[in-house]
């Protein structure tokens, strides 16, 4: 069992940057692969980027690539998401999420293939 806690959302201005981070409990945190979704409002869950448990692997959708960065800490049980340069259209709630994988490949289909989500944390990007 994984539990995972979003945190740093916030308002911020187009163009300027946010840190999400997401903490996961339990001992196995650095056997399972890693992502972080989003839900606009009136959009269905979408992937974002996802990375694999050692870190070494990483991937991102078309729409955040060249300006987002996923990332872990193994020791601090904890993935981030660094979002630069953002855009009205990123204001959504980002969920990270968390699967058990035998091997160190990222996981970077839909929401059905992640086991463990958080609650969320909103983003709101203004113009």
């Known amino acids: 069992q994984v539990q995972l806690v979003e945190s740093g959302g916030g308002l911020v201005q187009a163009g300027g940057s946010l840190r999400l981070s997401c903490a996961a409990s339990?001992?196995?945190?650095?056997?399972?692969?890693m992502g972080w979704f989003r839900r606009a409002p009136g959009k269905e869950r979408e992937f974002v980027a996802a990375?694999?448990?050692?870190?070494?692997?990483?991937y991102y959708s078309d729409s955040v690539k060249g300006r987002f960065t996923i990332s872990r800490d193994n020791a601090k049980n904890t993935v981030y998401l660094q979002m630069n340069s953002l855009k009205p259209e990123d204001t959504a709630v980002y969920y990270c999420?968390?699967?058990?994988?035998?091997?160190?490949?990222?996981?970077?289909?839909?929401?059905?293939?992640?086991?463990?989500w958080g609650q969320g944390t909103q983003v709101t990007v203004s113009s």
């Open positions: 990375i694999s448990w050692s870190g070494g692997h990483t």
């Open positions: 999420a968390a699967v058990h994988n035998r091997y160190d490949a990222i996981v970077a289909g839909g929401v059905n293939e992640y086991d463990y």
């Open positions: 339990g001992r196995t945190f650095s056997s399972y692969a």
